[in-house]
């Protein structure tokens, strides 16, 4: 069995299954600035600390080719997934014992015995079971409240000011990596310095001079060579996996999972889609660890807004604003982050109320990870870039 070679110990807890952290010499925890980054624009502040990966199984076929890839010298990695759509939070981490979740939910809130509780208040949805592990090994971090007060409910223009981390409704506007990685020392000199699946070839590269578009079809080919799901999903991936593993530079890979505007009928679609993102989000990790860059990674979901607190009369929900970001690596502080989705206090859409910018994770990840350093943004904007 392969395992990541990180420098720190995990102690799980067994009552609430959440991660208690210990022993760290690099790498970073969102813990220390999610106290401090809020939707006010608080300041940015953060522990630098290394977490311990827990074992991966990757097959043995391809071993010898994934540490060989060591001898690339690879920096630190940034792994993308778009969850397209906007995702449901509250029926992702679920506040299974909150009478007002149920009272708002009636014929789509989740039943409690189908979840994974992490705490006394809250579980993760049945369809995630296969991060379970992460979440053991506290790899994996679920970062509540995320959103942006200013947002918009238009798919197409909350993608835009998701990619460009910028208000500005001027078109063109530079993606919020092209800018982040235009300081990065070692992808000013890569050959490709960003791999994406995404059909625009854009979205958050916009203005990078290299981003490579992933073959479909060529991607198709590694799927049971990495032992990826054989979904849009996982073909990407594993074209993202055979990129690495011959020697690309890239910092930042992209993909996407499409399908989250559960507008109607939500409870199955979702189901499926988590069920989707978990399988990859598993042999991602077993690959990289099989590879030796677990701990150099990071793994972000990202989703252009939230849903609404209410269910539909479709047995669905409509666009909302605040939600939920998930992040996984080897030196990522798992556990349960930021304010928990507030069914008492709304919008006048009956919406989530963002309690954390989403562009302060963009920080986190930005400075604290790529090791960029931007200048400060005016406080009103709680964000990483001047807008």
């Known amino acids: 069995m392969l395992r990541a070679n990180c420098t720190a110990t995990h102690r799980v807890s067994k009552g609430t299954r959440r991660p208690e952290v210990s022993g760290a010499k690099r790498g970073f925890s969102l813990a220390a600035f999610l106290q401090t980054a809020t939707i006010a624009g608080g300041g940015l502040s953060m522990d630098r600390r290394l977490f311990l990966i827990g074992a991966g199984a990757a097959p043995l076929v391809f071993v010898t080719d994934l540490q060989a890839a060591e001898r690339a010298?690879?920096?630190r990695l940034l792994v993308l997934i778009d969850l397209i759509g906007g995702n449901d939070g509250a029926n992702t981490l679920v506040p299974y014992r909150e009478k007002t979740y149920f009272r708002a939910r009636p014929n789509i809130a989740l039943d409690a015995r189908s979840l994974l509780p992490l705490s006394r208040e809250q579980a993760l949805h049945g369809s995630l079971r296969e991060i379970m592990p992460l979440w053991d090994a506290g790899e994996l971090a679920l970062v509540q409240g995320v959103g942006c007060a200013q947002g918009s409910l238009s798919h197409h223009r909350a993608t835009e000011i998701l990619d460009s981390a910028s208000l500005d409704d001027r078109p063109f506007q530079p993606g919020w990596l092209a800018r982040a990685l235009a300081l990065h020392p070692a992808t000013r000199r890569a050959g490709v310095q960003a791999l994406t699946a995404c059909p625009d070839g854009s979205g958050p590269f916009h203005g990078l001079a290299r981003c490579r578009r992933l073959d479909d079809a060529e991607a198709g080919a590694s799927v049971a060579r990495f032992g990826f799901p054989p979904d849009a999903l996982g073909r990407a991936l594993a074209g993202a996996c055979a990129e690495l593993v011959s020697g690309c530079d890239a910092t930042v890979v992209q993909v996407a999972l499409d399908g989250f505007d559960t507008h109607e009928n939500q409870l199955p679609a979702h189901a499926a889609l988590l069920a989707t993102l978990a399988r990859s989000m598993a042999s991602l990790r077993n690959v990289l660890a099989a590879m030796g860059r677990?701990?150099?990674?990071?793994?972000?979901?990202?989703?252009?807004?939230?849903?609404?607190?209410?269910?539909?009369?479709?047995?669905?929900?409509?666009?909302?604003?605040?939600?939920?970001?998930?992040?996984?690596?080897?030196?990522?502080?798992?556990g349960l982050h930021g304010q928990a989705l507030n069914f008492d206090q709304l919008d006048s859409r009956g919406g989530f109320l963002p309690t954390l910018d989403f562009r302060a994770v963009y920080s986190a990840v930005s400075e604290r990870w790529l090791g960029v350093r931007t200048p400060p943004v005016p406080a009103s904007t709680g964000g990483l870039f001047r807008v």
Do not use: K, P, Y
Request: hydrophobic share 40%; with cysteine; glycine share 18%.
């Open 73 to 75: 010298e690879a920096g």
């Open 294 to 334: 677990w701990c150099d990674t990071v793994v972000m979901t990202r989703s252009e807004f939230g849903r609404l607190a209410h269910e539909n009369l479709s047995a669905g929900t409509d666009h909302g604003n605040a939600g939920l970001q998930l992040l996984a690596g080897g030196a990522i502080a798992g």
